[in-house]
């Protein structure tokens, strides 16, 4: 879904207001009580009655490694404290678990939505929305300006949907890049990767060093994929997905991926690990390089974490990219299923617990722990690192703010992209031939 200009100049916006260090929010509230004189029995009120139980079911990906799993779990026992009549189950996924898609797919079509999903923002939330399990929370947000004023405007844009309508609520935002371990390039005398020579330089040197250049598996190829297309094809062409004429430059991004493999940029058994060991070779300091999102970065060894910088990818030569397009944006937000909206029973506690997920001071914990851009206005997250700063310099330089591919084609079009990246990078299929095959699924999925 491709974003307007004015939106990608509201987030560089957002970004900036965070680098110049917003002012707090203030919260103000009055209340007050009224005395029923005891002795006119007329008067007398009825003892208040206790709510009825409320049972509500929160499916989403802070669990098991993920930074913000505490500060998500803090926030939900926040709201039971407050609210003793309902009763919530966390349950939880990693997003960079295949699964989780499957899963999402599979409760939705059989009856077992749960109350509230934390989920993709885009083509992956396509069929939820065209079958109504979810449903648009425009009336909600209006109904209540205090909660939709504060959320920064580029983050509820990035949140509608291609039909106008918001049925995502977002929570913190996102960039991706490439995270570098300052030290083991100075340790080695290698120029940092600014543009596409010193990157094939620095593989060159680090693999006769016996270091991983760039840490990246071929199955879950998620930020390889995202990172050398958009770098070779530039910002127009990657927004445009497959719908269109195939754009050349597509496959030379492949092809530029193949070109780092035939340099040794890769781990040795890039062909069987996932998308956490690959962070885990970097975190552990056996490779110089990954490509991750900001979420990653406080997962990562202290000593690592302190030695990092976010560089964007740099161009690839005879391509469309700049050097300077990025990936990132609000990828992710809070829907609420259509079930539990028309049980009256559900809806109002349901709706409290959206709008304490998203409050200010949720956002701001939640921010803190994964480093992500809180999609709250005004609000600055404390104690972030160098790296999250330089990640937040990146895209407030960027020439453009990029949601990634994945939302951009079908899931089964971004399968077929992943499953021949090996044999792209092996030489066993040319990078014409993974696009247009791509392409076919596209087509037949019109």
């Known amino acids: 879904m ?18 110049a260090a917003c002012g707090g929010n203030k919260n103000n509230s009055t209340g007050g009580a009224s005395n029923t004189p005891s002795n006119t029995p007329s008067e007398t009120q009825e003892p208040s009655k206790e709510p009825d139980p409320v049972n509500l079911r929160v499916f989403s990906t802070f669990g098991g490694t993920d930074a913000a799993r505490e500060a998500f779990q803090k926030a939900l026992d926040e709201f039971t404290a407050a609210n003793p009549h309902v009763k919530i189950e966390n349950d939880t996924m990693s997003a960079n678990d295949d699964g989780f898609r499957t899963k999402v797919n599979t409760d939705m079509t059989s009856g077992n939505e749960p109350d509230l999903l934390f989920y993709f923002i885009g083509t992956d939330a396509s069929e939820i929305i065209k079958s109504e399990k979810v449903v648009p929370l425009d009336e909600v947000l209006d109904a209540d300006p205090e909660w939709k004023n504060g ?16 049925y995502a609520i977002p929570l913190t935002g996102f960039f991706e890049g490439l995270l570098v371990n300052k030290k083991i390039f100075a340790d080695n005398g290698i120029e940092l990767p600014t543009d596409w020579e010193k990157m094939k330089a620095a593989v060159t040197a680090l693999k006769a060093k016996n270091i991983i250049p760039l840490s990246g598996p071929f199955d879950q190829s998620h930020y390889l994929l995202e990172h050398f297309i958009l770098a070779a094809a530039g910002s127009e062409s990657q927004n445009k997905g497959l719908k269109d004429a195939v754009d050349p430059n597509w496959a030379k991004g492949l092809e ?12 040795e058994d890039a062909a069987t690990i996932d998308l956490g060991m690959a ?6 300091g056996l490779a110089a390089m990954v490509l991750e999102g900001s979420w ?11 030695n990092t910088t976010v560089l964007p990818f740099p161009a690839i030569p005879g391509g469309a990219g700049t050097g300077k397009d990025v990936v990132g944006g609000f990828g992710t937000g809070f829907y609420v299923s259509k079930a539990t909206y028309d049980d009256a029973a559900k809806k109002e506690a349901a709706v409290a617990l959206l709008k304490h997920l998203t409050s200010p001071a949720t956002i701001k914990n939640i921010a803190e722990a994964n480093g992500g851009t809180p ?11 160098q790296a999250v700063l330089d990640g937040f310099k990146m895209v407030s330089e960027a020439s453009s703010v990029n949601s990634p591919i994945d939302s951009k084609v079908t899931q089964e079009t971004f399968s077929e992209l992943r499953a021949n990246v090996q044999p792209v990078v092996t030489g066993k299929k040319t990078a014409a031939e993974a696009i247009d095959a791509a392409k076919k699924i596209e087509d037949a999925a019109k």
């Open 2 to 19: 491709k974003k307007s200009a004015l939106t990608i100049v509201s987030l560089l916006l957002v970004m900036t207001m965070f680098l």
């Open 151 to 166: 959320f920064a405007p580029a983050a509820l844009e990035f949140a509608k949907h291609e039909d106008g309508k918001t």
């Open 256 to 267: 530029a991926m193949k070109e780092l493999y035939d340099l040794g940029a890769f781990p």
């Open 279 to 284: 962070a885990n070779y970097y975190s552990e």
């Open 296 to 306: 990653a970065i406080g997962g990562l060894s202290d000593e690592t974490k302190a």
């Open 375 to 385: 999609a709250a206005a005004g609000v600055e997250p404390e104690g972030v690192t």
